[in-house]
């Protein structure tokens, strides 16, 4: 019970047989843990390597289209006429995504929902990937699609916490929600967004739950009590890289 | 004695003061814990302000940390009156992101599934709805017939309310001996059962007008504030995900796309009504036409798709059910996933469908828009 260490190290260092311990021999027909930890309770269990962790992930690469793939109508005419606004061009299962430069995010909006070609008139969904190693963490998505030449496309940002992005309510009211959820989970800053309120969480709620360093537990009491001591709390379980203890 | 004396102008005798009205979360046609302030004039409505949240359970985040098996369990708990239909927007779009064939038996399956599923959302819609607005009887004729698909759904996979009944490649069951008959025989059943609602309410004349001319919404406007599914195709747009971009065996099947005109509750009634009835067509070539095969593609145990990133949608009863699901590569777990819910979408337009309506018809307006909070709030 109060043996803290790996079940696979006794094994290591008694039994010169089992020369492949590594491979993770949880299956039913590993050896019987109990018999082993007799033997080697007499020795000093050398210490387990602490496991670096992987590096965490910087988000997918935005694949580029395949040579053969031809770029259709609504991603061509947005490639020539807004050139100077637009990144990267991406395809992946099928989708399409445009990467704008966060400055210039409503010129190129307003283009989709106003041209002929594209007339991207229904804004799906608006949502928010957070990749906490990037310099700028979030990925804003817009999900837009046309009602009347049925082709969706997605337009993507990246900002940091601070960066400001330009809200799209004024091309499509239905974005005021879709927006507010993003401000809530993700905290990024909209300007000029008519009606800036958390919208799941409560209105006094501190931090936000869908970035990645926040814990899935939940904050617990403290944070509603005493956000301060969360903070400090949790600086200091961070320091010493263990799980926080705060409930 | 002058003040007595002095004229008044009449507007200012009758004065009204705006009123603040909190209207819920604990209200029972609020169909959950949705909470609206309403502005009022009198008996008008100015302006509402929904709150939403109180049952927010964090998916998203709660999906982030479990395998991509595991998720489809979780699904079920959004728009709890229409799992199986959560769960087919979820497993394709996983078998989108891994580019998995699935066999035309599990489609078919999945398609009979998903349209039982409406027709059972749509039962429970209609009866809280002509009850919201004061027609008692057509609660109880519709839940009966509600059970009847909760029977159906009971023997092919033992739940009655959160099914868990699909898996990413295909199904974990092939339906039960005679299962296919009884759902036939249900068909013919509904058939007659719709005309019996159709009689309680369509001709009627306090339905009429508690419906009509209410929450009139034009077609630009819906799409503007990204309305979907029956509110959207009352406006007379013509949208339905299972045409403009079939999913599931949707393609192989004929069917029409009930339309409104004026864009008011009661076209949202009647198109709901027909589609009822496109439901039942469906059905009905779907089970004739079932394939012999297996119910599962080739799908490894754990899933592992490749780093990128998809957008799926399908039509459920309320609307585009979308999923947006990131894949790191590397881990068993999405490192994204999100939902886009149509009943979150379609609750934004409910402040401008009550704005100049009475209080009265606020309900009737939170009714037609058939809204879950299990998925508004998630």
Redesign the interface.
């Known amino acids: 019970m109060s043996d803290e260490s790996p079940k696979k190290e006794p094994v290591k260092s008694t039994d010169e047989k089992k020369v492949t311990p590594s491979a993770d021999s949880a299956g039913p027909n590993g050896p019987s843990s109990t018999s082993e930890k007799a033997v080697a309770s007499p020795k000093p269990k050398p210490k387990p390597k602490p496991k670096v962790p992987p590096e965490p992930p910087k988000g997918p690469e935005d694949q580029a289209p395949p040579e053969d793939q031809v770029a259709p109508d609504f991603v061509a005419v947005v490639q020539t006429e807004m050139a100077d606004a637009i990144e990267k061009v991406s395809y992946w299962v099928g989708d399409w995504t445009i990467i704008v430069h966060t400055g210039r995010l409503l010129d190129v909006m307003r283009f989709l929902k106003q041209n002929d070609v594209t007339t991207f008139d229904y804004c799906s969904d608006i949502t928010a990937t957070d990749w906490p190693p990037r310099d700028k963490r979030f990925d804003v998505i817009y999900c837009l699609y046309s009602t009347s030449r049925r082709h969706r496309l997605r337009v993507k940002v990246r900002v940091n916490e601070t960066d400001p992005v330009e809200s799209v309510t004024v091309l499509w009211p239905g974005a005021n929600w879709l927006e507010r959820e993003v401000y809530d989970q993700f905290g990024v800053n909209f300007v000029n967004h008519p009606d800036l309120r958390r919208i799941l969480m409560p209105d006094d709620w501190q931090g936000f739950p869908q970035r990645k360093d926040y814990p899935l537990e939940g904050p617990g009491e403290l944070l509603m009590e005493n956000p301060q001591d969360w903070l400090r709390l949790r600086n200091v379980s961070d320091e010493a890289n263990t799980e926080p203890e705060i409930e | 004695m002058t003040t007595l004396d002095a004229p008044r102008a009449s507007t200012a005798q009758f004065d009204t003061n705006e009123l603040v009205l909190n209207m819920g979360p604990q209200h029972p046609s609020t169909h959950g814990v949705l909470r609206v302030v309403l502005k009022l004039d009198g008996e008008r409505v100015i302006d509402a302000d929904c709150v939403?949240?109180y049952i927010?359970r964090?998916v998203?985040?709660?999906c982030e940390?479990r395998d991509w098996t595991h998720i489809v369990l979780l699904t079920d708990r959004m728009d709890y009156v229409a799992a199986a239909t959560n769960n087919l927007g979820y497993v394709e779009a996983v078998e989108?992101?891994m580019?998995v064939e699935v066999p035309r038996r599990a489609r078919y399956i999945r398609t009979i599934l998903a349209e039982l599923q409406r027709i059972a959302s749509h039962c429970l819609w209609l009866g809280t709805h002509a009850m919201d607005i004061g027609a008692m009887t057509v609660l109880l004729y519709a839940f009966r017939e509600r059970e009847f698909i909760l029977d159906l759904f009971e023997e092919y996979c033992g739940a009655r309310l959160t099914y868990n009944s699909m898996r990413v490649g295909g199904l974990p069951l092939d339906i039960p001996p005679g299962w296919d008959k009884k759902v036939l025989s249900f068909c013919d059943l509904m058939e007659g059962k719709l005309d019996e609602y159709e009689t309680l309410l369509t001709n009627n004349r306090i339905w009429v007008q508690r419906t009509r001319n209410v929450g009139v919404i034009s077609g630009e406007e819906a799409?503007?504030?990204?309305?979907c599914g029956p509110p959207l195709r009352g406006s007379g747009?013509s949208?339905d995900l299972r045409k403009?971009?079939p999913n599931a065996a949707y393609e192989e099947f004929d069917f029409n796309v009930p339309l409104g005109t004026q864009g008011d509750t009661y076209d949202r009634y009647l198109i709901r009504m027909d589609e009822f009835r496109e439901s039942i067509r469906i059905i009905r070539q779907a089970v004739e036409g079932l394939p012999e095969g297996p119910v599962m593609g080739k799908v490894p145990r754990l899933l592992k798709p490749p780093?990128?990133?998809?957008?799926h949608?399908i039509e459920s009863p309320k609307g585009?059910l979308?999923y947006?699901l990131?894949?790191?590569?590397?881990s068993t777990n999405p490192?994204?996933f999100?939902v886009?819910p149509p009943s979150?979408?379609n609750?934004?337009?409910l402040k401008r469908l009550v704005a100049g309506h009475l209080v009265a018809d606020v309900v009737a307006l939170i009714g037609t828009i058939d809204i879950v909070l299990g998925e508004v709030?998630?």
């Open positions: 939403i949240g927010h964090g998203e985040k709660l940390n989108k992101l580019q799409i503007g504030l990204g309305l747009v949208r403009d971009e780093a990128g990133e998809t957008y949608a585009e979308g947006f990131v894949s790191d590569g590397r490192y994204r999100r886009r979150f979408c609750l934004q337009g709030d998630r």
